[in-house]
């Protein structure tokens, strides 16, 4: 674990808390003002034949068109992100799962075969299952902490490898420097869901990848009010993510674009506050007797810790501790009465929140086995000391439910 200063290594491309204060707000989008118009818009208008034809021929370079193609709001939020993420560009999508869904239909077609970590968020997996499969594309799911032992898995139409590291319920950390190489050399892509990390503590594309995705419903949005997706892609991919998001129709309102963009430019302190609380939390909860295991990555219980050590610049606020003993049903007792850890899904927002959740259901390539229940907890703004004593007491109604 660590306890000393999170800021390890800087693998995000010298993007920093400045780059989030100045991204994307060039004086096109924001006329002058520190930040950009919402500009609500349906119909464009032309003033002539001639600029109707220019605009035809090229809708996609940043001058208005139509409101689905985006305004000057828009612009700002992606072209912010791509300075982030890095790349060729951004596209935005009305939520985190639209922006995977979007990523993966973008790259593969009826007959191709594609690996997803099982480690992966759980509708991600649905959506493999479910329209993948009915579309013709094959699914095989891999072991999160495999690394260049994925080789094994590709098959002569392998196309995509996608990837969400540290996984958002159980936290393995991939390699993904290593799963990038052994799909280039099969000539496959690789997406990343970057969630957790935010562009500020891990950089995929500058890792391999060539597509990072993230829910920005959680921290970039940063309030728990806003659905929205975004993913940033390279030179190789830039044109079919764009392409394939212009035909599905994919479109963010402008007011939840400025929302984002508002959650953007304090992200950086944000981020440090729920890292310091997470920290703390979790080096609580590693003493506790009623805890078996801490799965967060800044500790060696981690699977992947060293990974995590090696390629990310810190840790967020999500982790999850697995209880010594009890099943599902018992957890009530511990969530119940919590004053402060509300329970819901999602995260990333300035408050903190507890879910029972069992990855058993949605793993297939390595099956779940634990001593007891899962707990993932979001770990908000509040109080430290505040926080603690809510998880005392609801940890001491557990274990006087399961009588140990
Ligand atoms: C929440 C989440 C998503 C989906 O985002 P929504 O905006 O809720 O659709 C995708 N990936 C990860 C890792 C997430 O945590």
């Given at each position: 674990m660590t306890d000393e200063s999170p800021a390890k290594n800087s693998a995000t491309n010298g993007v920093n808390e400045t780059t989030l204060v100045?991204?994307?707000?060039?004086k096109e989008w924001t006329h002058g003002i520190v930040n950009p118009p919402v500009y609500r818009a349906s119909t464009c208008l032309f003033e002539t034949y001639q600029e109707l034809q220019v605009r035809i021929a090229?809708?996609?370079?940043?001058?208005?068109?139509?409101?689905r193609k985006g305004t000057p709001t828009h612009w700002s939020l992606s072209d912010a992100v791509t300075e982030l993420e890095g790349g060729e560009g951004t596209v935005l999508y009305p939520s985190g799962l639209a922006a995977v869904t979007g990523a993966i239909l973008s790259l593969v077609s009826t007959g191709d075969h594609v690996l997803v970590s099982d480690s992966a968020y759980d509708p991600t997996r649905a959506f493999a299952n479910g329209f993948l499969t009915k579309m013709g594309v094959h699914v095989t799911y891999f072991d999160p902490l495999i690394g260049a032992g994925?080789?094994?898995?590709?098959?002569?139409?392998?196309k995509l490898v996608l990837t969400e590291t540290?996984?958002?319920?159980?936290f393995e950390i991939s390699d993904l420097p290593a799963l990038c190489k052994v799909a280039k050399k099969h000539g496959a892509y690789v997406i990343a869901d970057n969630t957790w990390a935010t562009p500020l503590l891990f950089n995929p594309l500058e890792h391999g990848a060539d597509i990072s995705v993230h829910?920005?419903?959680?921290?970039?949005?940063?309030?728990?009010?806003v659905m929205l997706g975004t993913a940033t892609a390279n030179k190789r991919t830039f044109k079919k993510l764009q392409r394939t998001a212009f035909q599905l129709g994919h479109t963010v309102s402008a007011d939840d674009a400025s929302l984002v963009l508002r959650g953007l430019r304090t992200l950086g302190i944000r981020l440090k506050q729920h890292e310091e609380n997470a920290l703390i939390l979790a080096a609580w909860l590693s003493e506790r007797?009623?805890?078996?295991?801490v799965l967060h990555p800044?500790?060696?219980?981690?699977?992947?810790h060293e990974i995590w050590e090696r390629d990310f610049a810190g840790s967020s606020g999500l982790f999850s501790i697995v209880l010594k003993?009890?099943?599902?049903?018992?957890t009530a007792a511990l969530v119940d009465d919590m004053k402060l850890f509300k329970m819901g899904f999602s995260w990333g927002g300035f408050e903190s929140l507890i879910l029972p959740s069992n990855p058993a259901s949605a793993r297939t390539a390595v099956p779940w086995q634990s001593v007891g229940p899962v707990i993932r907890l979001h770990i908000g703004l509040e109080n430290t000391d505040d926080l603690i004593a809510d998880l005392q007491a609801g940890l001491e109604r557990y274990s006087a439910k399961i009588g140990s």
């Open positions: 100045t991204a994307g707000r060039k090229d809708p996609t370079n940043g001058k208005l068109f139509y409101g994925i080789d094994s898995l590709f098959e002569d139409n392998t540290p996984g958002s319920l159980t829910a920005a419903t959680k921290y970039l949005g940063g309030h728990s009010d007797p009623e805890v078996d295991t800044a500790f060696e219980t981690c699977p992947g003993g009890g099943d599902y049903a018992d």
